[in-house]
């Protein structure tokens, strides 16, 4: 599936790991938050990368303590109308302070793309959506209301000019 | 009013681009339909039963002349020459084509204006006191609270998708005629030691399962609003129910949560927000915001007006109107003026472009060019000189804009209902107007006093029927459109839902029903000054009850 990381395509190095199947000896992968918080010892002592992907449900506080060790969480949308995702990522970004690969993953779209770059991701695996159409996306808009988990600096600022 | 910098007017300009954009990527294909809906309707644009309507955001209900007029051109232009101004203090047009919407929301950029979020599971526009800035009873003027809280909630990126559609309304008065209690988030202005802050209700609404809001704090200072706001809905977006639409409001998370715990989740969000994350308006912002709602400058005048008193000792139909329709203003020698858009035989809050076009020239002529729409679907010019009101009462009575019934009986909120909207179960419209035709005589309209009565076409309660004094709910029985009565609702700083009185009736019934319930009101009550609502907060259901099926 094409990845879209910091405006450039890359390639993917990572795999998940559904819960029913084993692990793989080598290479990056990730593995839901139950068997990250299941299989914790086992998982931390890969000589690999290791990656979380998060569920809607799932409380991103519980990576709290794992986040030092994660260089990949990825945030599922099964559904893109269901945003809680975008709370997750904020609560990433700014609450927990989490600095590696946040990566949308699952129904995602050109249009809420802004939105999920916004809340904190970097990276969108994305069918739906060619890399033109994406940065496209990305510069919509020249100025936003609010600050968020990005550099965008919010109107209420530069109207003062405060950078 | 507030005016767009140049970040507003971009804003906007670029949302007409994204959706141009959108709307060439959907006929192409590239876009499904079901990827489609939600863009579109973060756009205002739903489809109806004959064509797209198309849902214009009146923010807070305030408009200038210049945009009352571009909302007629559009009228004439795009639609079949007339709107619908709407519950949410909007206006709608029923009748667009797809392929025109682009070009439509370009004219409205040009006057300021956008159809953002006025639909889909996001922040919707905010509303307010109509008669904002301009009536006695307010603490202060909501309008530049209500502006910051719009471009805070346009293009929220955490917000966007959120369980279900959200509405926050703002008041500042004593007399709430912003129906706070009934809003997802309704905010009460108040001071306190010299400090601005809000009162805080969550978790009201209408629909299938009405709810009054619980308060959730006291007094949030204004420098701390908008992260407050934030943390509710944080709450609100990761735990608000999601497995069902109808359960998904936030009134469901508020009462299957527990109010105390709700308001825990609320608090423990807001403590654990780092500085980093906090919102933290400069004071210069929020002052430049409300440097746009300064009052207009009226000049001193006397508490009365010779012309004016003179003119009603001439005139006994503009005495009646003065007597329904004006509404004190806070400065002597002036009032505030209720447009009513609901005479008899059209559609609540319907007005052709031609009526348009005169509400804006009459604002610009008395009114210090501000207009506003109430949530009762009419429209109000808040500052109007008391010398300047025969003159204003004639222009709009050869308009037929000077129908003399603000909050009488035949001043309904009624639904566009199974005539427009493919959810609607029954007629609204229709039945209104019988209504209307039954009490049409001014003087016993005036004998009968403050009156509500609030109609929806299906449970999704647009019309409001759960805060009616009277509500009127539209079902089907197979096949056969009935209508069940509530009493005892309002939407006032007394907010309560209304209680269902029996059985549905036929459409034909309902008329006489109501003239019965009105005869024992008038039996009962201690005196005219009391209120039918009064009556029956005083008397109970049983007498109204047995008014409404005494032939059954």
Request: aromatic share 8%; charged share 30%.
């Amino acid at each position: 599936m094409p990845l879209i990381k910091d405006r450039r395509e890359v390639d993917d190095i990572w795999a998940y790991v559904p819960d029913e199947a084993a692990l793989s000896p080598g290479g990056c992968i990730t593995v839901s938050l139950a068997r990250l918080r299941s299989e914790t010892e086992m998982l931390l002592a890969r000589n690999t990368e290791i990656g979380v992907r998060l569920e809607p449900a799932d409380d991103p506080h519980e990576l709290e303590e794992f986040l030092d060790r994660l260089a990949l969480i990825e945030i599922d949308f099964p559904k893109y109308t269901d945003g809680r995702g975008y709370s997750q990522a904020q609560l990433l970004r700014r609450r927990l302070g989490y600095e590696g690969e946040l990566r949308a993953v699952g129904h995602v779209l050109r249009d809420q793309i802004l939105y999920m770059n916004r809340s904190g991701f970097d990276a969108f695996e994305t069918e739906r959506a060619e890399l033109p159409s994406v940065l496209d996306a990305l510069e919509e808009y020249s100025a936003v209301y609010q600050p968020a988990a990005d550099e965008r600096v919010p109107v209420f600022r530069r109207r003062h000019g405060k950078d | 009013m507030y005016r767009y910098d140049e970040f507003d007017t971009r804003i906007v300009k670029e949302r007409v681009e994204q959706f141009r954009g959108q709307v060439a990527r959907r006929l192409s294909g590239e876009l499904k339909e079901d990827e489609f809906k939600p863009l579109r309707l973060q756009n205002g644009v739903y489809l109806q039963l004959h064509a797209y309507m198309l849902r214009i955001a009146i923010p807070y209900g305030q408009l200038s002349p210049r945009q009352m007029r571009a909302l007629a051109e559009i009228a004439r232009k795009y639609d079949r020459g007339y709107g619908h101004f709407t519950t949410r203090q909007n206006i709608q047009f029923n009748w667009v084509a797809l392929k025109d919407i682009p070009d439509v929301l370009a004219d409205l950029a040009e006057v300021e204006m956008h159809a953002i979020q006025t639909s889909g599971n996001c922040i919707r526009n905010v509303t307010s006191d109509h008669y904002a800035g301009a009536t006695k009873d307010e603490v202060m003027d909501p309008r530049p609270w209500c502006e910051i809280i719009r471009q805070w909630s346009t293009f929220h990126p955490e917000f966007a998708f959120l369980p279900r559609k959200f509405k926050i309304a703002v008041t500042a008065a004593e007399h709430d005629r912003a129906a706070i209690k009934v809003h997802d988030i309704g905010l009460n202005m108040r001071r306190k030691d010299g400090e601005v802050g809000f009162e805080v209700h969550v978790g009201g609404g209408q629909g299938r399962t009405p709810h009054i809001a619980a308060k959730v704090s006291d007094f949030v200072p204004e420098g701390e609003l908008l992260d407050y706001l934030e943390a509710i809905m944080r709450v609100y977006n990761r735990f608000g129910r999601r497995d069902n639409k109808y359960k998904a409001r936030i009134k469901i998370l508020v009462s299957e949560t527990g109010e105390e715990e709700f308001r825990k989740l609320v608090e423990d969000e807001f403590a654990a927000q780092r500085d980093a994350e906090k919102i933290a308006l400069p004071p210069e912002e929020i002052e430049r915001i409300h440097a746009y709602f300064e009052p207009p400058e009226l000049a001193a005048k006397p508490a009365s007006s010779d012309s004016f008193e003179k003119a009603k000792t001439a005139d006994a139909a503009f005495a009646r109107w003065t007597r329904v329709n004006l509404h004190p203003h806070k400065v002597e020698g002036y009032t505030t003026v209720t447009v009513s858009l609901k005479p008899m035989g059209v559609a609540a809050g319907d007005a052709t472009d031609d009526q348009m076009d005169v509400m804006a020239d009459l604002a610009e002529a008395y009114g210090h060019d501000d207009i506003r729409v109430s949530h009762a679907q009419n429209v109000v010019l808040p500052h109007v000189a008391l010398d300047d009101v025969y003159e204003l009462y004639r222009k709009l009575d050869a308009a037929g804009l000077a129908t003399p019934n603000e909050g009488l009986i035949s001043d309904m909120i009624v639904c566009p209902g199974l005539d427009y909207c493919n959810l609607a179960n029954a007629r609204s419209i229709p039945v209104g107007m019988a209504i209307q035709e039954a009490f049409s005589d001014p003087d016993d309209q005036a004998d009968i006093g403050k009156f509500h009565i609030n109609i929806s076409g299906c449970i999704n309660a647009c019309g409001h029927h759960h805060v009616g004094h009277v509500g009127i709910l539209g079902v089907d029985r197979k096949g056969e459109e009935y209508y069940q009565i509530t009493l005892g609702g309002r939407a006032d700083e007394k907010a309560a839902i209304g209680q269902m009185a029996g059985p549905g009736l036929k459409a034909d019934d309902v008329p006489v029903a109501l003239k019965r319930l009105v005869d024992r009101y008038r039996e009962l009550r201690t005196s005219k000054e009391e209120t039918f609502i009064e009556t029956f907060e005083r008397e109970g259901m049983q007498p109204f009850k047995d008014a409404i099926y005494a032939d059954a």
